[in-house]
């Protein structure tokens, strides 16, 4: 091995071998783990899916179990209105409020 060149090609053929190996052994842990996460992932959505569905069970037979739902009376009158008159109806007591609020801080300064 006296020859430079047949010592750089000697050197070169090992320094590729033996970065395909290592190239070649990190992708292969690194798709071993990629398993390994999706795997866990999908186990933990599972678990998470459980978890909501026994919550929401139990909270609808709470419910069941109660004498009847909370309701909140609005317009404080026993009829029902439309619901959109409701909605109109709150716009303008919020316009009102803002009105005043901003009267307020006018006088305020």
């Known amino acids: 091995m006296n020859n430079p060149l047949f010592q750089a090609l000697s050197y ?5 071998e033996v970065l395909k190996e290592r190239v070649e052994e990190s992708l292969t842990d690194l798709l071993s783990d990629l398993g390994k996460l999706d795997a866990e992932r999908n186990q933990w959505v599972q678990e998470f899916i459980k978890e909501v569905e026994t919550r929401a069970e139990r909270d609808a037979n709470k419910q069941g179990n109660a004498s ?3 309701t909140i009376d609005i317009d404080g009158d026993d009829n029902p209105t439309d619901l959109q008159e409701m909605i109109d109806n709150l716009r303008a007591e919020i316009a ?4 005043e609020l901003k009267q307020y801080r ?3 300064n």
């Open 68 to 70: 009847r739902p909370i």
């Open 96 to 99: 009102s409020l803002k009105a």
């Open 106 to 108: 006018d006088s305020q």
């Open 12 to 16: 070169g053929r090992a320094f590729a």
